[in-house]
C-alpha cells in the first residue's frame, strides 16, 4: 500500500492546471443539480462557530461517484486574523474502494482557486457574452483569484477595484493593471460583470449603482445575518446559486432579503433551467465541497505523475 502523501500549498499551486479545472468544476456542479442520478453525495456542511476566539470550523465531505473521489474538507474561518490566513483548509482524500487516507492536501489554494473558477462558470454561462467592464470589490486573496479566473471566459477591455483599505486596493490594481476606484458605486457604474469578494457584514452594493443586465458574482457573506448585496438588489435580480439548500441555511444576501432562487448554477449546465443573461443576474456561491473533491482529486494524481517512486 502507497504511504500517505502531504501536498503543501506551493505543490498544490504548481499541480492545478487552471483551464482543465474549470471544465471539471463545471462538469461537478452540473452532476450535483442533478441529484441522485448525477453521483454526486454531499450535505450541506456542518460549521462549528469557537465564539471564544471569534472563529468558525467547517467540515466538508463529498462522495463524487463519476470522478471515482471521495474527500472531506476541514476549514477553518477566523475574520479577525492579523499575522495567520482568516481562512485556513485541509483536505482529506479517501479512496473510495477501502475508505483508506491516500493524501492530506493543503486547501487553502484549492478554496481560492475553485472558488473563483466557480464564478468564472456562473459568468460564462450568465453573463452578457459582450461584457466588457469587470469591477472587483475586494482586495484580497479571493479578488486576485477572481481576476485570474474569469479572465479565462471573457475578455474584458476594463477593469476597475475597490476596496475599504485603499492602499490593498492601489496595490492590487496596480498588480493586475486595473483602474483604481475611490468607492465602491464608481467601480461598478456601467460595469457588466461584478464581483463581491469581502468580509462584509453590510451591503456594499446596492439597486441603484447597478446597471440592467449586469451579472454579480457575490462570494462574501457566507453567514445568516451578514450581506454584501443590498435586499433590493437580490429581490430584483434572477438569483442563481451553487447549492439550494447550503444557501438557505447559510447566505445572508438570501436568507436576509427573503429572495427567490431561480434556479442552482448547475441547472443551468445541465440545461434544466435558462440563463437569463439578458437580465440582471446574481450567482450566489457559498462554496461546496465537490468543488474541493475534484481539486484535490486533480492534484493527486498529477503529484504522483510527478513523483512516480514515491
Not at 496595490?171 to 493593471?177: D, G, V, Y
Request: aromatic letters at 8%.
Amino acid at each position: 500500500m502507497s504511504s500517505l502523501k502531504y501536498i503543501d500549498s506551493a505543490e498544490v499551486e504548481k499541480l492545478l492546471d487552471w483551464r482543465v479545472l474549470l471544465e471539471s468544476i463545471e462538469k461537478a456542479l452540473g452532476h450535483f443539480s442533478v441529484g441522485k442520478d448525477g453521483g454526486v453525495v454531499q450535505p450541506v456542511r456542518t460549521v462549528i462557530p469557537v465564539d471564544k476566539h471569534h472563529g468558525y470550523m467547517g467540515v466538508m465531505p463529498a462522495y463524487s461517484s463519476y470522478d471515482n473521489a471521495l474527500a472531506t474538507k476541514v476549514v477553518t474561518f477566523y475574520p479577525e486574523n492579523r499575522d495567520t490566513p482568516t481562512h485556513q483548509a485541509w483536505i482529506l482524500l479517501l479512496d473510495p474502494p477501502t475508505g483508506s487516507l491516500k493524501a492530506i492536501v493543503d486547501g487553502e489554494a484549492i478554496t481560492a482557486i475553485r472558488t473563483a473558477l466557480a464564478s468564472a462558470v456562473a459568468t460564462k454561462h450568465l453573463s452578457n457574452p459582450a461584457s466588457k467592464i469587470l469591477a472587483i470589490l475586494g482586495s484580497g486573496i479571493q479578488a486576485h483569484s477572481h481576476y485570474k479566473a474569469l479572465s479565462l471566459v471573457q475578455n474584458f477591455d476594463e477593469v476597475r477595484v475597490w476596496s475599504r483599505t485603499h492602499a490593498h486596493a492601489q496595490k492590487f490594481a496596480q498588480e493586475i493593471h486595473a483602474k483604481v476606484c475611490s468607492t465602491a458605486e464608481e467601480a461598478v457604474k456601467d460595469a457588466d460583470v461584478i464581483c463581491t469578494v469581502t468580509f462584509a457584514t453590510t451591503p456594499i452594493l446596492h439597486a441603484s449603482w447597478v446597471k440592467p443586465g449586469a451579472h454579480i458574482n457575490a462570494i462574501g457573506a457566507c453567514v445568516p445575518e451578514w450581506q454584501e448585496l443590498e435586499s433590493d438588489l437580490m429581490r430584483g435580480s434572477v438569483v442563481y446559486c451553487d447549492s439550494r439548500d447550503a444557501c438557505n441555511k447559510e447566505s445572508g444576501d438570501i436568507i436576509v432579503s427573503q429572495c427567490e432562487i431561480y434556479a442552482e448554477l448547475g441547472e443551468v449546465i445541465m440545461g434544466q433551467k435558462e440563463a437569463l443573461w439578458e437580465r440582471t443576474t446574481v450567482f450566489k456561491s457559498v462554496g461546496m465541497a465537490v468543488e474541493d473533491v475534484v481539486s484535490a482529486k486533480m492534484v493527486y494524481n498529477n503529484y504522483i505523475k510527478n513523483h512516480p517512486d514515491q
